[in-house]
Structures are given as C-alpha cells and as structure tokens.
C-alpha cells in the first residue's frame, strides 16, 4: 500500500468530488421526493374546488402544510 503522499493527488481530488457531489445530489433527493416527511392523509369535501389542481400545494395561514394528491 502506498503512503498517503505518494498517491496521485489528481485521483484523490476526483475522488472526494465526486463523493460530496454523490452527498449533494442525495441532499436533494431527500428534499425533491419528500422522503422524510411525516405524512397523513385529510380528505375534505367542498362545493367548489375550480383551480385546485394534484400536486397544488395547500397552506395554513400562509404555511405550508402538504399538497393535494387527488381530485374526485
């Protein structure tokens, strides 16, 4: 095995951006695909729901509280 100076310092460089770029993108994955939000489901009837559309989000006083999943 070689001694950590003798490696090629090029190699190693490459090597530790890829893996913080293999963090970043699983940083992002967790965000974009919600993968660690605590979810349950509300269903609410309502007379009219024109502009409401899947994937729209819904707010509580101006928070984001989810999304809608689906219109019957």
Known sequence: MKAF?????YVIGITCVLVLAAFV??????G????LEKT???KGEF???AGITSGAD????GVK????TGIK
């Open 25 to 30: 993108g699983l940083a992002f994955a967790v």
């Open 47 to 49: 007379s009219d729901a």
């Open 65 to 68: 509280a989810g999304r809608v």
């Open 58 to 61: 819904v707010r509580v006083a």
């Open 40 to 42: 349950y489901p509300v």
């Open 32 to 35: 974009i695909l919600h993968l």
């Open 5 to 9: 100076r003798e490696r090629n310092p």
